[in-house]
């Protein structure tokens, strides 16, 4: 069954690719902002992780196939993130977004930072996880005050 979704390109609207807990949280928060968001995930158990309040649309399917892509009317997007557990399946979708429909902000995770440079090649950003918790980590050794509070908080 087709979704009916009518975008009009001049909206903020925000396709998430993965519904992971990374992508569930993010369309949570967004639709709790009254953003225009729709989810994508080749599994459909995966948008058990949506809050009963979401306010946006989901749809099954694999993103890396183009049919998926319109049907989510990727070309009215004004921002896409994919945030898949497959790095390939990441800079796929982000390369498409960006090169074939021109969407104005693309975002990807990557769990290999050493692959960073081929987003950016792209203009794409990207978020990498290992890359944000060894700043963190480093952020908190450096102020041991920091750690203090951050082990206090993690034990109430
Ligand atoms: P997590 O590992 O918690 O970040 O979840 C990643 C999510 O991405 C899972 O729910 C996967 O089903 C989903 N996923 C992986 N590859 C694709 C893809 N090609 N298209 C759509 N969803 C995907």
Redesign the pocket.
């Known amino acids: 069954m087709k979704i009916q979704i009518n975008k009009q390109k001049n909206e903020n609207y925000t396709i998430i690719?993965?519904?992971?807990?990374?992508?569930a949280n993010l369309a949570n928060t967004l639709s709790d902002n009254g953003e225009d968001v729709l989810i994508?995930?080749?599994?459909k158990e995966?948008f058990r992780k949506l809050s009963p309040a979401y306010g946006g649309l989901s749809l099954n399917?694999?993103?890396?196939d183009l049919d998926i892509l319109q049907e989510a009317q990727i070309n009215n997007a004004t921002t896409v993130i994919a945030?898949?557990?497959?790095d390939n399946?990441n800079i796929l979708v982000a390369q498409v977004a960006r090169e074939i429909f021109h969407i104005e902000r693309v975002i990807a995770r990557l769990y290999d930072p050493e692959r960073e440079y081929v987003y950016h090649e792209f203009g794409i950003d990207t978020i990498c996880p290992a890359v944000l918790s060894v700043k963190e980590i480093d952020k908190i050794l450096s102020r041991p005050d920091m750690l203090k509070d951050t082990l206090q908080e993690a034990q109430s």
Do not use: S
Request: include cysteine; glycine fraction near 20%.
């Open positions: 690719i993965g519904c992971g807990r990374l992508g994508i995930d080749k599994n995966a399917g694999d993103a890396t945030v898949t557990n497959n399946a």
